[in-house]
Structure formats: C-alpha cells, structure tokens
C-alpha cells in the first residue's frame, strides 16, 4: 500500500475534523435574541417605578426560534478556497496549551496554502458549502441578493502537528454578518484512532 505524503496525512485530518469543527463555530445570527424593549413608563424621580413587559417579545422569538429549527433549508456555508497561513504565535499557543505532554513540533514545511476541496469536506446535511470566490470581495459578500440564505463564511489553515502527530493545532473563525464574526485557535488530538477538537481558543471578535 502507498505511504500517504505529510501533506496528504494533513488533509485527511483537516477533513475529518470539518464536521466537528463547523458545527462548532457556526452561529446562525437568525437565532440570536432581540434586544431587550424599551420600558412601559419611565419616571426621572423614581427609576425604581420602570415597568418592563418583555412576555410579548419572548413569546414571539420562541415561535420563531421554532420554526427555523424546524426549517429545511438549506444553510450556505461560504469556504475560504484555500487554507490560512500559520505563524508563530500559533506554535507558541500549541506548545503552551499540550505542556504537560512536553510536545515538539513537527518540522515539515507547513507554510505554503493549499486549496481546499469542498468535495472532500464532510458536513451535517442541513449545510451546502460555496467556495468563497464565488461571492463578492470583501464585506459586500453580505450585501448581495441571493435565492438561498448565506449562513456564514469560514475557513482553516494549515495545520501545526507534534512529531508523533498525535496532536495538532489550526486557525479557524467563523464570519456571520459586517460586525458579526470571531477567529480562534483550534487545538485537536487524537483519541482512539480519531481526531477530536480539545478546545477553541477565541483570538479575535467582530
């Protein structure tokens, strides 16, 4: 049997740990809750006296929290083409994060992008993965006329592994609107034979 590449070992692992990875950033913002009403009444002598009635705006964020729970629709997961770079300070989080396991860093050359094949990627059903080209440049992605619901846009990079390969990290993040998104540190091992995501790390919030 061939001997799989680093790279093509890479992969592999990026591809099984996809589901796990999307189902963990990915945040449909139609679910977030309302901003609290404003009050009934306000009285500057007497704030105490404030009377708030939110039964009405929770009644109808359930009804409609329910109903896209219930929605088959597909969501439209847009994927960055091809993987993030890593740095530096990534290595030094990975190194901090597993110190009780006194890992050493795998020395392949990791540095270049690859692209990602979204054939590859698999995915809860409710998701339909576009590559990120095929949609407007920079945030004008979120202003554009679709006849699907554009859920979120994500992606990942190459990933940093220990010499034994039985642990690793990546960049990943999650984009959900302008100022709607957050990027972090995606720290995985193996567990009998399978990749799981430990924990993520949130670096960055929009």
């Known amino acids: 049997m061939k001997k799989q590449t680093d790279l093509e070992f890479e992969k592999s692992v990026a591809n ?14 139609r679910l977030s809750p ?3 009403p404003p009050p009934l009444n306000y009285n ?3 704030p ?10 929770i009644a109808e964020y359930e009804k409609r929290k329910a109903e896209l729970e219930k929605d088959t629709t597909k969501l439209v997961i ?6 993030y770079r890593i740095d530096e300070h990534l290595k030094k989080e990975f190194i ?10 795998d020395t392949i050359n990791n540095k270049n992008p690859y692209k990602i094949n979204l054939s590859d990627l698999k995915h809860d059903k409710k998701f339909n993965l576009k590559y990120r080209s095929e949609f407007p440049a920079s945030s004008n992605v979120w202003d554009g006329e679709y006849d699907f ?3 979120g846009i994500t992606g990942f990079s ?10 690793g990290a990546l960049i990943s993040g999650f984009g959900c609107g302008k100022l709607c998104g957050f990027s972090g540190i995606v720290f995985i091992r193996k567990v009998d034979r399978q990749w799981v995501i430990d924990e993520i790390k949130v670096i960055g919030v929009s």
Do not use: C, G
Not at 16 to 29: K, N, R, T, W
């Open 158 to 167: 190459r990933i940093q592994f220990d010499q034994t390969k039985s642990y």
């Open 44 to 46: 500057e002598s007497d």
């Open 96 to 105: 901090e994060y597993y110190k009780e396991y006194s890992i050493e860093l």
């Open 34 to 36: 309302p901003p609290p």
């Open 78 to 83: 847009a994927i960055v083409d091809s993987t």
């Open 16 to 29: 099984e740990i996809f589901p796990a990875l999307l189902d963990s950033v990915h945040y449909d913002i």
């Open 48 to 57: 105490s006296k404030i009377v708030w009635d939110e039964t009405k705006m």
């Open 149 to 151: 619901y554009l859920s």
